[in-house]
């Protein structure tokens, strides 16, 4: 059974930072890529960021602000939050699928397995 634990998210203010964690259990992280996305109230789930092998790729708007880290050996991936502001405020998921998936990497619908969702509220 696989599962994917998320943790740290919040209410913090605005230019706080925040570390969201996602815990992988039943698989080996490193044979996957590890994404997360965001669903913010009333819009559509949209994707964030994501981390496979050691390369990495951002949506513009969290561009120098996050980073998608992983530590294969504790099968964990982190997302480290900075300069956050209102508009970040979501519920956060992070989502995995194997390395090889050919799939473009902003394709939620691709991605095989999904955590519960970790809810992050940034106030001005």
């Known amino acids: 059974q696989v599962q994917l634990v998320e943790s740290g998210g919040g209410l913090v203010q605005a230019g706080d930072s925040l570390r969201l964690s996602c815990a992988v259990f039943?698989?080996?992280?490193?044979?996957?890529?590890v994404a997360w996305f965001r669903r913010a109230p009333g819009k559509e789930r949209e994707f964030v960021c994501t981390i496979n092998g050691d390369s990495t790729d951002y949506v513009g708007s969290v561009k120098g602000r996050f980073t998608i880290s992983r530590d294969n050996a504790k099968n964990t991936a982190y997302l480290q939050m900075s300069s956050l502001k209102p508009e970040d405020t979501a519920v956060y998921y992070c989502?995995?699928?194997?390395?090889?998936?050919?799939?473009?990497?902003?394709?939620?619908?691709?991605?095989?397995?999904w955590g519960q969702g970790t809810q992050v509220t940034v106030s001005t």
């Open positions: 989502a995995i699928k194997r390395s090889y998936f050919s799939s473009s990497a902003s394709d939620s619908q691709s991605y095989s397995f």
């Open positions: 039943g698989r080996t992280l490193r044979d996957f890529r």
